[in-house]
């Protein structure tokens, strides 16, 4: 049992001093942003909540946002499936488990630039592997610069390929937690594969799981670096997803009102779906 | 048993085939890269690799990124150790408002804060150090560590800090000697989390530098746009970001999956 104990402030402060300095102090210049419109000169003028209005009512946000909305649809409904599979067909004890754990792990310690510049050294029209293999041996047309179906594609399946090892790993620990008297006791059972995965594996995967989702759902709404230097938001704006929109409106034209204010409801959206996430996959803990 | 063993086979396959790609790049030469395609390197070269170790821009990128990645894994865990502490054992007013809180900065987009950081760190003149960038990173990679030690300390039982007390160890005494080796592989798992997360962020890391302690990652964006098609080079410094993270992974390689769990499942 935990006792109560106000001291315990103390402890906290150092990580309280050094993560408010980052998170509110930007946080309010950003809120400032968003209610003032600028001529440069650092000269400013109150504009209300006119930056949201905008932002709330434009199509180009809609877009980024539906885009974003698909995405990270696309990255769940493909990761979490295809990492239980493969966590469920892992070896269990032996040489080959750190064998896999280590390779498995690997795209994960890959700076998002370099998954970027790998996976567009990787889709090159005529140089690239995959293009020459799918272009030239199963006479595929592809063209990643050109299609915007193939953009989008490339953009899911590097995905894929960078974070199903976190399912993955998170499903994997789930799984040998389980004792082996669960196993035995539903082979005495005579329950099929199916019932040991639904009744047995399952349930004690349930919190790792939740952490897994809501880890993917947070990065993947956020992505920036890896679909920026894969595709720049191209062709067209076909993968521009809200964060590369975001960094052209505040870095590129430096519209800092509209930028901020727009920060501000991408930011409450993450916040909003987390929580919805949170709440629905620990319901039935709480009753 | 054999059959499925299949999974993980072609899984692992899928995953090494980008990989295996930009290393074979690196030991093309250019000429060989745009001539056309080849499975293997042709004319196996070594120069792209001499070009990065013999040129300072480069290699001062590698070492910029781990002097940053060092304090920023040394701050995280450093300050995370009390507070998770503290979270694990008492009550206290806000505690749960201030956890949660802490958590919430993991949910920002970078995107959000890139130009409200490069104003703060110019403002209190530390842009373009490595602390600049060891300090952004703590905003995603603190909570990450309390979240993770919290998790490693609540299955620490609460006797063993009762034992050490009535035995006449000052806290300090018992934080550093009993309880801190008693948790080292939470402190293990935390530090290497800091590590990942801090070694592939880019945008931050790249808004608060301009040369002093650029990192590699900016270095290799510079490469793409400036120099033309130097494809080899970019897959040569691309490689060798990979390794420093595969001998990180190596070490904690028993580790990773109960670090993924929180040590919460």
């Given at each position: 049992m935990k006792t109560e104990n106000q001291k315990a402030w103390f402890f906290v402060l150092p990580v309280l001093v050094l993560v408010a300095f980052n998170a509110l102090i930007p946080m309010m210049t950003v809120v400032n942003y968003s209610v003032q419109e600028t001529f440069g000169d650092n000269v400013f003028f109150w504009q209300g909540l006119d930056w949201f209005e905008q932002i709330l009512?434009?199509?180009?946000?809609?877009?980024?946002?539906?885009?974003?909305?698909?995405?990270?649809?696309?990255?769940?409904?493909?990761?979490?499936?295809?990492?239980?599979?493969?966590?469920?067909?892992?070896?269990?004890?032996?040489?080959?488990v750190p064998v896999c754990l280590v390779t498995m792990a690997l795209p994960m310690l890959i700076p998002w630039n370099v998954v970027g510049a790998m996976w567009n050294i990787f889709t090159l029209p005529d140089i690239g592997l995959l293009c020459y293999f799918l272009n030239h041996v199963l006479g595929i047309t592809y063209d990643m610069t050109q299609n915007p179906l193939a953009a989008w594609v490339t953009i899911v399946t590097m995905d894929v390929w960078h974070w199903t090892s976190l399912v993955v790993l998170l499903s994997y620990a789930g799984l040998v937690s389980i004792p082996d008297a669960y196993y035995q006791a539903a082979k005495i059972d005579g329950a099929s594969?199916?019932?040991?995965?639904?009744?047995?594996?399952?349930?004690?995967?349930?919190?790792?799981?939740?952490?897994?989702?809501?880890?993917?759902?947070?990065?993947?709404?956020?992505?920036?670096?890896?679909?920026?230097?894969?595709?720049?938001?191209?062709?067209?704006?076909?993968?521009?997803?809200?964060?590369?929109?975001?960094?052209?409106i505040a870095l590129g034209q430096f519209d800092l009102g509209p930028a901020a204010a727009m920060s501000l409801i991408y930011f409450a959206i993450t916040l909003l779906v987390s929580w919805l996430f949170y709440t629905l996959m620990t319901k039935d803990d709480l009753n | 048993m054999q059959k499925r063993s299949i999974i993980p086979i072609v899984y692992i396959l899928f995953l090494m085939l980008p990989i295996y790609?930009?290393?074979?790049?690196?030991?093309?030469?250019?000429?060989?890269?745009?001539?056309?395609?080849?499975?293997?390197?042709?004319?196996?070269?070594?120069?792209?690799?001499?070009?990065?170790?013999?040129?300072?821009?480069?290699?001062?990128?590698?070492?910029?990124?781990?002097?940053?990645?060092?304090?920023?894994?040394?701050?995280?865990?450093?300050?995370?150790?009390?507070?998770?502490?503290?979270?694990?054992?008492?009550?206290?007013?806000?505690?749960?408002?201030?956890?949660?809180?802490?958590?919430?900065?993991?949910?920002?987009?970078?995107a959000v804060f890139a130009l409200p950081f490069f104003q703060l760190y110019s403002a209190v003149g530390i842009f373009d150090t490595?602390?600049?960038?060891?300090?952004?990173?703590?905003?995603?990679?603190?909570?990450?560590?309390?979240?993770?030690?919290?998790?490693?300390?609540?299955?620490?039982?609460?006797?063993?800090?009762?034992?050490?007390?009535?035995?006449?160890?000052?806290?300090?005494?018992?934080?550093?000697?009993?309880?801190?080796?008693?948790?080292?592989?939470?402190?293990?798992?935390?530090?290497?989390f800091c590590f990942m997360f801090s070694w592939v962020e880019l945008l931050l890391a790249k808004t608060l530098t301009a040369v002093a302690a650029k990192p590699i990652a900016a270095t290799m964006t510079k490469t793409?746009?400036?120099?033309?098609?130097?494809?080899?080079?970019?897959?040569?410094?691309?490689?060798?970001?990979?390794?420093?993270?595969?001998?990180?992974?190596?070490?904690?390689?028993?580790?990773?999956?109960?670090?993924?769990?929180?040590?919460?499942?």
């Open positions: 009512r434009s199509d180009r946000f809609h877009a980024a946002l539906g885009r974003q909305f698909l995405f990270t649809f696309l990255i769940l409904i493909i990761e979490v499936p295809l990492g239980i599979i493969i966590a469920l067909s892992m070896p269990r004890k032996g040489f080959w594969n199916w019932a040991v995965f639904r009744f047995i594996q399952l349930p004690k995967m349930k919190t790792v799981l939740t952490i897994a989702i809501l880890l993917r759902f947070m990065d993947s709404f956020n992505i920036y670096t890896e679909p920026f230097v894969l595709t720049g938001g191209g062709p067209g704006n076909s993968t521009t997803l809200l964060s590369i929109d975001l960094v052209k | 790609w930009l290393v074979a790049m690196s030991f093309k030469t250019t000429n060989e890269i745009l001539s056309g395609f080849s499975l293997f390197p042709q004319t196996f070269t070594l120069e792209n690799y001499v070009t990065i170790f013999t040129d300072p821009s480069w290699y001062w990128g590698y070492i910029n990124s781990i002097i940053y990645v060092s304090i920023n894994t040394v701050i995280s865990v450093a300050v995370a150790l009390p507070a998770a502490y503290a979270f694990s054992r008492y009550r206290f007013l806000g505690d749960k408002q201030l956890f949660f809180w802490l958590l919430t900065n993991r949910m920002a987009p970078a490595h602390l600049a960038v060891a300090l952004a990173h703590c905003l995603f990679n603190i909570p990450l560590a309390v979240w993770i030690l919290e998790g490693f300390m609540g299955g620490i039982p609460k006797e063993l800090d009762e034992t050490a007390y009535v035995d006449g160890y000052s806290f300090p005494r018992f934080f550093g000697t009993i309880f801190i080796p008693s948790i080292k592989a939470g402190v293990g798992v935390a530090a290497f793409a746009s400036s120099a033309g098609y130097e494809l080899g080079l970019l897959a040569a410094a691309g490689t060798l970001t990979i390794i420093p993270g595969a001998i990180v992974i190596w070490f904690v390689r028993n580790y990773i999956a109960k670090g993924f769990a929180m040590g919460r499942v």
